[in-house]
């Protein structure tokens, strides 16, 4: 079991082991959000172990690559029912040093167990096409084939969840895997890495390398690496585009998110209300699905906020363990300290506080923990600070709009395109919403709408650079390249030499 103590200390995991190269040359600290304290260290990966785990996963590959759809498929269900087992334990792993609380650990690891259920029905994803005949006694057809190392580098905020919308697909497609996940949360990838080996991936398939941008450069620039899968802000999911194609690589990258819910006057006002303080304040914000602005539209306005207060006023901030608790704190004191600076700077640009966090009491007290109670900025315009960045925390901003079409108007103006949601009891304008809106995934009375695991997860705009979204088919795709097949066995008709191109008769 990964250790939770004082003393921890989380290394790579390389070649099926816990890396033992010695000394790290740099380390990072690890917290435990809710008392502020330094709960272990992280190993940061160099040059050095930046070769050894691709070097690892570089020679695991060749025999994974031909191990039998079979074999691979047995092999995701056995770690299936190892994740599902030791579910609770991942849990309480991600609540000690992300500060969610249990429950909400809980459901990520439940959320990116649906990639892994998805990726067992490998056999069936990777059958490739056939045509019988494409010309006289011709046929034709596709087969789809892993791309070699790929590397995933993935954020703090869902340690368990996103990794898993990598390489469940990754490693059921045949590639082998290098993980770089975020310094902030490291413990959960390491206990991943050792279910993976006790579930008989073979060594060097999957690999877990620590580290911060250091690590992440090594991996952008090595040749063995394939392609790179990435989810993070939108800054950093830029320079990883840029820079992982200028090197040659096959790409993704996931960026940052404001994510608009639109309250239409028919509304059901009760479960809006329910909605936007759930998506909210949910994983104290810290969700790339958080709904970060509620666009009423008139005259929903006071009704609504008076209907969010309510239910704010009810929540229960305290410790990720803490029985009672329902949100728990931020991932660093800087993180917190920077979303806290968003209230007075919305107040001082116009905006009103509808409700303050840093009033929130704290079960068991706040101690030296990140604490930023749920908070409500009313009156919020998109010239704001606190609309235009993405915060990041438990601030929901509100802004107000004379029309449906003032709304759209709002979310169109917005760089980002990650998720958003409306809320009515119109069908119609629901419909038009769907088919409007410049966004890549939309929940109708829905806050949150992460789609399932054969659905594909990727925004628009800002919130995704590249083509591909993540897993479903389309990681499928993104981690498989089609090679076409025509052939022709000899027949004792074959017509002689053509010099011209082919076409088919
Ligand atoms: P981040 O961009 O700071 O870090 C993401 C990863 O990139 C980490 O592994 C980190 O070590 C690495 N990294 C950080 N700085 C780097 C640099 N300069 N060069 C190279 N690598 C670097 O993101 P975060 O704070 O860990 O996570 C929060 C962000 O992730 C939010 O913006 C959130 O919206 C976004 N997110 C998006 C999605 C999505 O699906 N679109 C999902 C989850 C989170």
Redesign the pocket.
């Known amino acids: 079991m990964t250790d939770i103590s004082d003393s921890k200390h989380v290394t790579h995991w390389i070649n099926g082991k816990a890396f033992d190269g010695g000394q790290a040359e740099r380390r990072g600290e690890v917290y435990e959000p809710s008392t502020g304290r330094v709960s272990g260290t992280v190993d940061f990966a160099g040059p050095a172990e930046v070769d050894a785990a691709v070097a690892a996963a570089k020679a695991a590959f060749p025999t994974w690559r031909d191990a039998s759809l079979t074999r691979r498929a047995k092999v995701l269900f056995r770690f299936r029912e190892l994740v599902n087992e030791h579910a609770g334990e991942l849990a309480r792993l991600i609540s000690a040093e992300h500060g969610k609380v249990i429950s909400d650990a809980a459901g990520e690891v439940a959320r990116g167990l649906e990639v892994v259920e998805f990726a067992c029905g490998i056999p069936h994803l990777l059958k490739g096409g056939f045509s019988e005949n494409v010309s006289s006694r011709v046929d034709a057809y596709s087969i789809l084939q892993p791309l070699g190392v790929v590397a995933g ?6 340690p368990a969840m ?1 990794p898993m919308w990598m390489f469940p697909v990754a490693i059921a497609c045949g590639n082998t895997f290098v993980l ?5 949360d490291p413990s959960a990838s390491v206990r991943i890495a050792e279910l993976w080996a006790e579930a008989g991936l073979p060594d060097g398939v999957f690999n877990v390398l620590h ?3 250091a690590a ?2 090594g991996l952008l620039h090595h040749e063995d690496v394939k392609a790179v899968s ?5 800054p ?2 830029r ?2 585009y840029e820079t992982a194609a200028r090197t040659g690589k096959r790409v993704q990258a ?4 404001k994510n608009h819910m639109v309250v239409l006057p028919d509304a059901d006002l009760d479960l809006a209300a329910d909605a936007a303080v759930s998506a909210g304040f949910g994983s104290a914000g ?3 699905m958080a709904i970060s602005v509620v666009v009423a539209v008139d005259p929903v306005g006071d009704a609504l906020i008076g209907k969010v207060r309510e239910r704010v006023a009810k929540l229960k901030v305290g410790p990720g363990d803490h029985p009672e608790s329902e949100m728990g704190p931020l991932v660093t004191r800087a993180h917190r300290d920077k979303v806290a600076s968003y209230l007075d700077g919305g107040v001082a640009q116009g905006a009103t506080l509808a409700v303050d966090g840093r009033e929130t009491p704290v079960l068991g007290g706040p101690g030296d923990g990140f604490w930023l109670g749920p908070t409500v900025l009313d009156h919020v315009t998109p010239e704001m600070d606190a609309y235009r960045d ?1 915060i ?1 925390g438990p601030v929901l901003s509100v802004v107000r709009a004379g029309s449906y079409e003032e709304a759209m108007e709002v979310i169109d103006a917005n760089p980002y395109g ?1 998720g958003t949601a409306i809320f009515t009891n119109d069908g119609g304008a629901a419909r038009r919403f769907q088919n409007e809106v410049e966004v890549g995934m939309v929940g109708i009375n829905v806050p949150i709408p992460v789609p399932m695991a054969y659905y594909s ?3 628009w705009k800002a ?2 650079f590249g083509d591909s979204h ?1 897993h479903g088919m389309e990681g499928v795709h993104f981690y498989t390249r089609t090679k076409a097949v025509t052939a022709r066995w000899l027949d004792p008709s074959h017509g002689g030499v053509n010099l011209g191109f082919p076409t088919n008769g």
């Open positions: 580098i993935t954020p703090f905020n869902f996103v770089k996940p975020s310094e902030k580290g911060d941008k992440v450069d990435f989810v993070g802000s939108t950093i999911a320079y990883i996931l960026g940052g998110a810290e969700r790339c993405e990041f990650n997860f990727g925004g919130s995704l993540a």
